[in-house]
Nanobody
């Protein structure tokens, strides 16, 4: 059981991109979903967490990135805009069953039951 990410690729600075995260073999109805990224030579960075009720965003993407989800399609989305070369990274989605209202605290620390393998986003002219 894992997530599969789609939508990565090459985008010009200032551009936009939408990533999708599909749950392979399970539903999202009872899951909290987080997005992370890891740039070359840098530590993994938490971007957001949504628990079906609210969303928390990291400071580096607040106002530029938006998460959404379609539980019927078992898919979560990360809409990215105003991209800069500093956004170049492998983007991952992760998730866990929403066992409490504090689940996003764990997810934002990278503690989750389900992981994707990531999709590469390159921002370059």
């Amino acid at each position: 059981l894992q997530f599969v990410e789609f939508g990565g690729g090459l985008v010009q600075p200032g551009g936009s991109l939408r990533l999708a995260c599909v749950a392979a073999g399970f539903t999202l109805d009872d899951k909290a979903i987080g997005w992370f990224r890891q740039a070359p030579g840098k530590e993994r960075e938490a971007l957001s967490c949504n628990d079906n009720e609210s969303t928390t965003y990291g400071d580096s993407v607040k106002g530029r990135f938006t998460v959404s989800r379609d539980n019927d399609k078992h898919t979560a989305y990360l809409e990215m805009s105003s991209l800069t070369p500093e956004d170049t990274a492998v983007y991952y989605c992760i998730g866990s069953v929403k066992y409490s209202r504090y689940v996003c605290e764990d997810i934002l620390r990278g503690e989750a039951d389900y992981w994707g393998k990531g999709t590469l986003v390159t921002v370059s002219s």
